[in-house]
């Protein structure tokens, strides 16, 4: 079974400073894909990143940058020069390419301060 | 750019009544999929859809759910007989085929019971 593992509920982060969300997981496959979505209080998931675990470069996309230890089970966010609008609710999620569900953390509130 | 949406946003009902949420998935996607968010809980996998047929199902969706895919464009969830504890946020989601892991989700319908 997969498990994936969200330890901070809440962070915060002055706006321009950098913050880092953590993220864990349990699997037996080899081959999966990993991503962040973001939940925005208009509660609509937005997909923010994603990594292919067969890749080792991290992947990046403009402020927003993951650090993926495939043996250590872990694929951590990065967000630089943290924005206003990156307030929301961040989660973690898991899907193995022989199956067709995501399995999610529970999720890192994260609050962007002015 | 394409988006999955839901209607309603927010759905009330009485405890033991049906309720029907409706999904308009992106067009040119071939799979499709439910899943739950109880209030300040993980994003739980109900089930997935393809071709006309549930391709995967969690233990949560038992027989008081089902979905249909009624016509060319709609997808939806249905309880028969609603329980308090179905109260949740509902996401449609829909990728455009098993090589591209990437669900784009919708909105969400909140589901209260009372």
């Known amino acids: 079974a997969q498990t994936v593992t969200q330890s901070q509920p809440e962070m915060s982060v002055q706006e321009a400073e950098t913050v880092t969300l953590s993220c864990t997981y349990d699997t037996s496959e080899n081959n999966y894909y990993l991503f962040w979505y973001k939940q925005p209080p208009s509660r609509q998931m937005i997909l923010v990143i994603r990594q292919e675990a067969y890749k080792q470069q991290n992947a990046t996309e403009n402020r927003f940058s993951v650090n993926f230890q495939k043996a250590a089970k872990s694929f951590s966010l990065k967000i630089s020069d943290s924005q206003l609008g990156d307030t929301a609710m961040y989660f973690c999620?898991?899907?193995?390419?022989?199956?067709?569900?995501?399995?999610f953390g529970t999720g890192t509130s994260l609050t962007v301060i002015p | 750019e394409p988006e999955v949406t839901q209607t309603p946003s927010h759905q009330v009902t009485q405890m033991g009544q049906e309720v029907i949420l409706r999904c308009v998935p992106i067009s040119n996607h071939l799979y499709f999929y439910w899943y739950r968010q109880i209030l300040g809980q993980k994003v739980e996998f109900l089930v997935s859809f393809y071709n006309n047929e549930i391709s995967e199902k969690s233990e949560i969706f038992d027989d008081q759910f089902s979905v249909e895919r009624p016509d060319g464009s709609n997808f939806t969830l249905k309880i028969r007989s609603t329980k308090l504890e179905d109260s949740a946020m509902y996401f449609c989601?829909?990728?455009?085929?098993?090589?591209?892991?990437?669900?784009?989700f919708g909105p969400g319908t909140r589901l209260t019971v009372t």
């Open positions: 999620a898991f899907i193995s390419n022989t199956g067709n569900q995501f399995y």
């Open positions: 989601a829909s990728s455009i085929g098993t090589d591209s892991y990437e669900q784009y």
